[in-house]
């Protein structure tokens, strides 16, 4: 048997609910997760993304619903039957046992024997680029390199689905970054289904086929990371996935009026139904020019805006700026070397055909193709 040989197993979750100490922690979750697929739950600490987790390795039972794997009903099934491999944010290695004896720990739990455990043990470590390192302590090895041991005892006994719960958490940015390729890179060679747990929105966009997003125990949203980060369903997702400039407004027939009387521009092309909404545009898709007065015509809106405070990222700057209207966003634009100043005047320029309209605290709206 060679490591990735397993065939990756479906999850399907109907239903889950979960309370601690009578407070609901889970809302009847429904979610499937396709054999093969790699999939994040993104969420702020506290919604509901570890639970989730531990009800499918088994570590907890859901109070109410139903755990499938592979079809299989996983109700009454302990976590050591259910095929599950699992990598911790503390990597929960054993710090008396050498990295051999630490990877090749779920294999002795299996009564596996001691050549073919060796063997298993030897492929594991190749595949996470340890070789050669099996009677090093955890003590002697880095950060980076705890997290391959950790992720090779979760191989080892070839797993159908893999769970990893927050495991780069404890590492710097650089070497999180790296670590995020080669876990992808994992998941593309061996085809394992892979459910990634992080409150990091940049690593749920860069490593995942589809994100979760999850807020007090209920999904928000289900997509793929440019659906998600694009075409947010809710506000809280709008919010959530990252820097971005939102308006405040009422809708009225096929006009659009701004908050505290900025004025007012047509929907073009937007089929959003009256009363209170937000349309939205990512940071990057804003243009920022000279200051001037609101222009209401044509499909690009021109608002006037103050700059609070910027930041310099390198090859941009992140201003964040109070619109006329009242509202607060971050806009991302070229450095060209000196910053505006805090009080700084400019103008915002938008384009109406890339807007995202959200009604406040509900479903997203439809833009007219």
């Excluded at 690009?300 to 201003?319: K, N």
Aim: hydrophobic residues 40%; charged residues 20%; aromatic residues 6%.
């Amino acid at each position: 048997m060679t490591l990735g040989s397993t065939s990756p197993a479906g999850i399907h979750l109907q239903g889950v609910r979960k309370s601690y100490r009578g407070q609901p922690v889970l809302h009847g979750l429904d979610l499937t997760v396709a054999a093969g697929e790699f999939v994040s739950m993104l969420g702020p600490s506290g919604s509901g993304k570890t639970t989730t987790l531990k009800v499918i390795a088994g570590f907890e039972q859901a109070d109410a619903g139903t755990v499938t794997l592979d079809g299989r009903d996983m109700d009454g099934i302990p976590p050591e039957r259910r095929n599950i491999g699992v990598v911790f944010q503390n990597y929960s290695l054993f710090p008396h046992m050498s990295v051999a004896a630490n990877v090749g720990f779920p294999l002795r739990m299996r009564k596996v024997g001691k050549q073919q455990r060796q063997e298993q043990i030897r492929r594991a470590l190749s595949l996470v680029e340890l070789g050669g390192y099996e009677d090093r302590m955890p003590r002697e090895l880095s950060g980076g390199q705890q997290q391959r041991v950790a992720i090779a005892r979760a191989l080892v006994f070839e797993p159908q689905v893999l769970l990893m719960d927050e495991p780069l958490g404890a590492l710097d940015r650089r070497l999180r970054a790296v670590m995020q390729l080669e876990i992808k890179e994992l998941h593309e060679r061996l085809g394992l289904t892979v459910v990634y747990v992080t409150h990091d929105q940049e690593e749920a966009l860069a490593m995942s086929d589809r994100i979760v997003v999850f807020n007090a125990g209920r999904i928000e949203q289900v997509g793929t990371p440019r659906e998600i980060f694009r075409n947010p369903a809710t506000v809280f997702v709008a919010d959530f996935m990252g820097d971005s400039l939102s308006l405040s407004g009422n809708v009225t027939a096929n006009q659009v009026q701004l908050a505290g009387g900025a004025g007012e521009f047509a929907l073009h092309g937007m089929v959003v139904p009256e009363g209170a909404a937000r349309f939205l545009w990512r940071s990057d898709a804003v243009r920022v020019a000279e200051p001037a007065v609101l222009d209401q015509n044509g499909p690009t809106l021109r608002l006037p805006a103050t700059v609070i405070t910027s930041a310099y990222g390198g090859d941009a700057l992140r201003l964040r700026v109070r619109l006329a209207s009242g509202d607060v966003g971050i806009v991302t634009v070229r450095d060209s070397g000196q910053a505006p100043p805090a009080g700084s005047a400019i103008s915002v320029l938008l384009d109406l055909s890339t807007a995202v309209a959200l009604p406040d605290g509900a479903d997203r709206y439809e833009v007219a193709s």
